[in-house]
């Protein structure tokens, strides 16, 4: 059984109504990444968007198993789920909580024949360690993280450097829920 969880996200009023999130004012290069996994659910989480809240699903987190230490969700302004929207994984040391809302910035994407693409960002503070906002240069660790969550790309699947991402978020709309 679905079961409605509480936001708490440290710093975000609870009654905020994460519908009202829209694009980056440095979109597409930079994005507002609503939480929506954290990494430490073994469940996968949805947002219900009528009620404006999360719900614990019966359905296996696919971030939680191949072990990725960041958080999932959608990027703000593209739309909400359930609905058309984009996705997005971003690499983080911070612990947060659903519905919490901070900037990332494109470093990727993991381009899918479906149309159902996952962008990938770091947060501010990663991008300190970086020479560039670039798959490429992650860690050693947070590379071997991303590529576990697509260990073996489909025919017409691949990772993409944040150019392609980038180019993309700028030029085309989301087409999958």
Known sequence: ?????EKQAEGVNPDTDLRSVSLHSKHPAQVWVVVEQTPDETNRINYDSKRNLFVRTEHKSLSYYRGFSGVYGWIGGTGLPPGIHYDVFLFTRRSL????????????????????????????????????????????EQYAELMRLYPNPRENEQWCEATIAINHLSTKKPTHA
């Not at 059984?1 to 969880?5: A, D, E, I, R, Y």
């Not at 990727?108 to 300190?128: C, E, T």
Request: a positive charge; hydrophobic letters at 35%; glycine letters at 8%.
């Open 1 to 5: 059984m679905n079961k409605p969880l």
């Open 97 to 140: 909580r659903l519905g919490e809302v901070l900037q990332g910035h494109i470093c990727g994407m993991y381009w899918r024949k479906d149309g159902d693409h996952k962008f990938v960002a770091v947060d501010n503070d990663l991008l300190k360690t970086m020479k560039a906002p670039e798959l490429k240069y992650l860690s050693k």
